[in-house]
Structures are given as C-alpha cells and as structure tokens.
C-alpha cells in the first residue's frame, strides 16, 4: 500500500540553507539558497509526492502544519545544527497526527543513527547511506524490517538496524529532479549572488574520489567515488576522464536543451545581467584545465567555481585537499578570454592554519581576482576525519555540533589550536572579506557590472545591505 508522503526541509533559521548539499549548512553572507537537490531526488522517485522547503519559502511550522498533517509519510532533511529544532518539528507533527510515521534523512544521522533516535523521540526511523531508494520503499509500505538502510524503533521501542545498502552505481536509473522542482518549488527564490537569476541546479554524479578531511557528504553518504549519469566517461583503469566528462556534459546539456550558445571568446562577452542560462561547472581536478573549461564555454558556461587555495601550504597537506600546483594565474586568464566568470570559495581554520597562511590567502585571493568569493570557517562536522582529529587532539572549543552554528544561523568556528585562537579565525573572516571586496578596483568592477542593468543594479544593492549587515554582526 502507497503511503501519502512528504518530503520536507523543516521550518529554521531564518535564511539558513539547511538543504543544501553543501559541506556545512548556515545562514550566508547575503540571502542564498540553493536547490534541495538531495530531497528532491528521492520525490523524484516517489509517484504523488509533495516536496516543500521551508526555510527558502519562509514558511514557519504554523503554515507547514496544513499541508502535511494527513500524511501518511514525512520524511525531514536535518543536519547538525538544525537536529534540535527539527526533533521538535517532527513533535509537532506527531502530535497532530499520531498516525504518522516519521523519518529523517541527512548527514547527521547517517553518521549517528541511534544517538539520532534517541535524541529525538517523536521520528520512527532515520535512514543511513544513500537514502533514495530507502525512502521509495518506505512510501510504497514495506515493512521497516525488510528494507536495507534504516535504523528504525521496534514495537517494543528498542532500536533496530537493518543490513547496509548498497551504493548506487547507475546514476541514469533515478529520475531527473526538475521535474519536482517545477511541480512543488518557486524557482523565483533560489538565487546565488554569483548566478544569473533564474538559476537551475542537478547533479551528473555523486560522491567525489578526493580525501578532503573536512568535506561532508563523501565522508558521510555520496562516498569517495563517483557514479556518474551517462556524460560521465572514464579511462580504462575506470577512473573519472574530466575531459570526456565535460564534453559528455555539454552534449547533454545541449540534447536537453539546456545550454545557451557560447559567448565568443574575445570582445563581447556574457555579463551576469546579460539575457540567457547561466549554467555552473564546479571545478575538480587539475589536468587539461583548458579543455575543460573549452567545453564549459561550448556549453554556455556562466561561472566557474573554483576550491582555490594559494599553494601547498601545511593547512593543504594536514587537511589532504588538493594541491597539485598550477597556474592559477593562467587559469583566470583561460577563463576571461574563454568569458567564463570565476567564483573563488575559500576554507579559514583548516589544521595548519597559521597568521601568516591566513595572510598569504587573502593575497593570493586579491592576486587573481576571482570576480567574487565566499570565505568559510573550517566546520568539523561529526562523520569527517577533521572532526575526529579535532576531538582525538582537543581542538575542539566545544563537542557539541549544534555550536557549529550561532542562535541566528550564523557559522562559528568550534576548532581553537594552541598557536592560533578561535577568535582570531573567526575575525579573519570578516578582514578577508573586507580586503577583497574594499578595493577601488572591485569596486568599480561591481559599480561597472551593475551598470549593465537596472535588474542588476537593484540585486547588487540589495546585497550589499545584506553583506554590510553580516559584517556588522560578526564585529559586534
């Protein structure tokens, strides 16, 4: 029997991007959200199925309540932060229907899911690994017991774990999610100060092959490999070709009709205010970079974004993220001539980090000039090897994960090192941020930008509040 199901991203923080497959979750700089690509993949699935994302429609648990206390099924995203607040959602909802069953999916309780259950009475099961196909078979009324991937309570209230599931080796098999994102989403309120707007965000494969210590989701459900959909094509020893990937990519794309044709390489070139998609190619690996980015151009490439660091610095080599040198440079150069935008996305408080690195990356970044960026703090999130090196050398300022977040959403920085306080990272942030973005030349690269509309004028203004405002926080 079919269970009537709801996916849903609770009610939060305000502007808090909790859905996000992101390796933390916080509320931003400026408001951004993007796609819940990993609710919106198991809807997919499910035949009948609502979706609803909260936070990103500004939808308080008063308003939710009507739309899914007849549910049979409700199925919550949670993560570290938003455990709390999300065990009393899943309450209310029992309370309101006693009937219901509830479970949760998410980083969080793939990595803890009986500590998960014990903390949060109310939720009937929590799902580990990949949780697609869990929750299909959950709707379709399965027992819990037979279903590979849960961790769920017993009649007799003690809980029970079934046996493991298997990763998902066919990307092709699962649906696409636009689908759903038409059918239950306002396309209007996903934006990203980076991106055109209106944006469209799917994934071409999950997982990722790099050992970075302090990202989530491989570390936690996508796992350190990466099962593509069809453009993904690999060499012979079965390893990700990035250049046949992209080339893959855009053909797709371009069969789905996706892509937007290519800005020519010199003279005019596509602005953010400009008419057209502007479609997003998150850069990994470093081989055959300008071949890469060639097809991202032929495609209708927008923006590239870029995990950039400034060298092989220690905080590189403790934290196993990808150093292998590069021009980078000469990359920024590829990408103008080829008139793709770059948005550089920078990590602060790794292990390693010193005064000085710090220093050293706010340079670099000012050096090759990404048109914009986005500075984290280092989040040790429970499931991360950085979160165990945290604990096991007493970096932690505090063991319990919902401190990765202030009361507004707002990220801190839990990890404190004898050479290097969590103050001084925390107020690093800001002076990046500030030695970036205070320059005459950005500046008047922005005020140039937000010339080419009337649109982008209103947008830049708009965030520019929001940012002055963030900044404003973090100082007071």
Known sequence: MSLKTVFLHPPSFDGFDGGAGARYQAKREVRSFWFPTWLAQPAALVPDSVLIDAPTDGLTLAEVM?????????????????????????????????????????????????????????????????????????????????????????????????????????????????????????????????????????????????????????????????????????????????????????????????HRPAAPRRGDRPRPGQAGRDLVVQRQGQRSVRVVEDHARQTGCGCCWWATRPGPTRSCATSRRGCAPISRAASTRDCRELGITIHGTFILGLPGETRETIEQTIRFAKEINPHTIQVSLAAPYPGTELYRDAVTNGWLSSPDPSQLVDSSGTQLIPLSYPHLKADEIYHALERFYKSFYFRPSKIFELVAEMSTSWEMTRRRLREGVEFMRFLNRRAA
Not at 66 to 89: C, E, G, W, Y
Not at 209 to 223: A, I, M
Request: net charge positive.
């Open 66 to 258: 009507p739309r899914v206390k007849d549910a049979d099924l409700v199925i919550m995203h949670t993560s570290s932060p938003s455990f709390a607040s999300d065990s009393i959602v899943a309450q209310q909802l029992k309370a309101a229907n006693p009937r219901m069953l509830i479970g949760l999916v998410g980083a969080k309780v793939a990595v803890d899911p009986l500590g998960s259950l014990e903390a949060a009475p109310a939720v009937d099961f929590v799902c580990r690994e990949e949780f697609d196909y869990t929750c299909l078979e959950v709707s379709q009324g399965k027992p819990l017991g037979q279903i590979a991937g849960l961790c769920y309570r017993g009649a007799d209230g003690k809980v029970i774990a079934t046996a493991a599931r298997a990763p998902i080796e066919d990307m092709d098999a699962l649906p696409w999610v636009t689908p759903v994102y038409q059918r239950d989403l306002k396309v209007e309120n996903y934006f990203i100060g980076y991106l055109k707007h209106p944006y469209v965000s799917f994934y071409t494969g999950r997982g990722c092959k790099s050992r970075c210590t302090f990202c989530l989701w491989p570390q936690t459900v996508g796992g350190h490999r990466y099962p593509g959909a069809q453009p993904c094509q690999r060499d012979r020893g079965g390893r990700l070709d990035p250049e046949e990937h992209a080339a893959g990519a855009r053909d797709l794309l371009r069969r789905r009709h996706l």
